[in-house]
């Protein structure tokens, strides 16, 4: 089956430069999208097919996806990024979603 | 704006059936290029897709799951709905409800109802 893996955590300090990463197998042949999630809160579209923006959503979110990673990246990162961040695609017609990455700022 | 909501019995027992409905408001579940999912996510854990089901009635359902997954549509009441059958404690989770849309060979989920908590307990 077509799994997405995902670091469980990272940390970054506010103001500097946030990598999340996704890695499937031949993930970069398909779209990629990304959901943020703050507790207690339904998740949000941030990033789809690869690196484009929804209306509403900060230029700091920006996407890229190549081989088999596809990176979210937040520039500036602010206090009210952290949040779970999660990865999906779709292999053939079943939705897959990574495991969830937790964004610390501090 | 389109809004999704979840209604259902939040307590089910074990090998019984889980049903839940979910109601669209602010748009025709039949109009555009739409498909509606199931996405389900257990206490502290991560989302699960669970299927999606299109207007023409037409689904996909994750080959994953254990519990047998049943998704139709009712046009006439603008909503969707879920039934997974055979239930079992590992069936407990939220549940979302969630549109989607296919452009440019992409899917992405776009609006995602609040969420509505299932528990499977006798």
């Known amino acids: 089956s077509f799994d997405l893996t995902q670091p469980p955590s990272t940390s970054v300090s506010p103001g500097q430069t946030a990598s999340i990463t996704c890695s499937g197998d031949k993930l970069g042949d398909k779209f990629a999208c990304w959901y943020q999630q703050k507790p207690g809160q339904s998740p949000v579209l941030v990033i789809y097919q690869d690196n484009k923006r929804p209306s509403g959503i900060p230029e700091r979110f920006s996407g890229s996806n190549s081989g088999n990673t596809a990176t979210l990246t937040i520039s500036g990162t602010q206090p009210m990024d952290e949040a779970d961040y999660y990865c999906q695609a779709w292999d053939s017609a079943t939705g897959v979603f990574g495991g969830g990455t937790t964004l610390t700022v501090l | ?122």
């Open chain 2, 1 to 122: 704006q389109v809004q999704l909501q979840e209604s259902g019995p939040g307590l089910v027992k074990p090998s019984q059936t889980l049903s839940l409905t979910c109601t669209v408001s602010g748009g025709s579940i039949s109009s555009g290029s739409y498909y509606w999912n199931w996405i389900r996510q257990p206490a502290g854990k991560g989302l699960q897709w669970i299927g999606r089901v299109y207007t023409s009635g037409s689904t996909n359902y994750n080959p994953s799951l254990k519990s047998p997954v049943t998704m139709s549509v009712d046009t006439s009441k603008n909503q969707f709905s879920l039934k997974l059958s055979s239930v079992t404690a590992a069936d407990t989770a939220v549940y979302y409800c969630a549109r989607g849309y296919c452009s440019g060979g992409s899917c992405p989920i776009d609006y995602w109802g609040q969420g509505t908590l299932v528990t499977v307990s006798s």
